[in-house]
């Protein structure tokens, strides 16, 4: 019996070494990418853009933000901006004004990009409708006055450029409690990206209105521009006087809600004083002259 236990271990070990010693067959890249889910970039379908996030089946990318109407006010600082990046930028480069019709259009960001698997979609719907509904401000605070001077802002790498706009510091001493209460719902879903671990401090609350995949370092470097960096991005700070912009009408943005957008799809969530700026602006209408 003992002879008949050594043979069947040797058999075995026999087996084991030869399975070792056998090739693995490798699988051919044609049936590899049979059933890839990813989906090509073309950044000439977007001014050369890439996308900034890698195209996974069943991720939604999600944004909160606070819409801005493209008044004429508006539309004037976005050509500010496109001639600040045309100055900056090497000879020939290629500057564009942001959509304001596309996507989320001009708005203030109320936090980092989001991807959310559709489990969590609903779950952080409701949490931020919560917060919307809840928000109370004092009359006459809820519209958004902006810096008349222009930023520079940046992803951490470089890959894209903005000229924006910042909020006020008036208008952060309510804006910025409630980029931490998005952030805040968000991580109580666990959703948070690592950017949103810096300080809600760090974060620019800004609308950017024009952009550029040209290498503005050279000119930012010239123009003497201060630099800040966070794990949200880098910001130039440039002088009054190459970053002047026509003051003579300030800014302002009236939000009425703050928008969702998950996907291609758009949320809105109605804030409080919504009805009170309709009808304002009714108001408004009725009195100017035909």
């Not at 271990?9 to 693995?24: A, F, I, L, N, V």
């Not at 001009?106 to 489990?119: D, E, N």
């Not at 209105?209 to 930012?220: F, N, R, S």
């Not at 440039?238 to 002047?244: D, F, G, M, R």
Request: charged share 25%.
């Amino acid at each position: 019996m003992a002879s008949a236990s050594s043979e069947d271990d040797s058999t075995s070990d026999e087996d084991g070494e030869s399975e070792r010693k056998r090739p693995r067959l490798g699988i051919p890249d044609d049936l590899q990418n049979l059933f890839s889910s990813r989906v090509p970039d073309d950044p000439g379908l977007h001014g050369g853009r890439n996308r900034r996030v890698a195209h996974v089946d069943g991720n939604y990318a999600t944004l909160a933000y606070l819409p801005v109407v493209a008044t004429p006010q508006w539309r004037k600082r976005a050509e500010a901006c496109s001639s600040l990046l045309r100055r900056l930028a090497p000879a020939g480069s290629e500057v564009h004004v942001i959509d304001a019709s596309a996507g989320p259009g001009w708005h203030i960001s109320l936090g980092p990009l989001l991807l959310l698997r559709v489990q969590f979609v609903e779950p952080l719907l409701q949490k931020l409708r919560q917060l919307a509904g809840g928000l109370s401000l004092p009359l006459g605070s809820q519209a958004v006055s902006f810096d008349d001077s222009i930023e520079v802002l940046s992803s951490l790498d470089g890959g894209r450029y903005f000229a924006a706009v910042r909020v006020s510091e008036a208008s952060e001493a309510w804006l910025r409690p409630l980029a931490a209460s998005v952030l805040s719902a968000a991580k109580d879903l666990s959703l948070v990206p690592a950017a949103a671990e810096s300080p809600i401090e760090d974060l620019r609350l800004h609308v950017s209105l024009a952009w550029t995949v040209a290498d503005l370092q050279p000119g930012l470097a010239k123009a003497s521009a201060s630099c800040q960096e966070s794990s949200f991005g880098r910001s130039w700070t440039l002088s009054e006087q190459t970053a002047k912009a026509d003051t003579s009408e300030g800014l302002l943005a009236r939000p009425r809600a703050i928008n969702v957008r998950v996907g291609e799809r758009i949320n809105a969530l109605a804030l409080p004083w919504a009805r009170r700026l309709v009808d304002q602006s009714s108001e408004e209408e009725e009195e100017d002259p035909p």
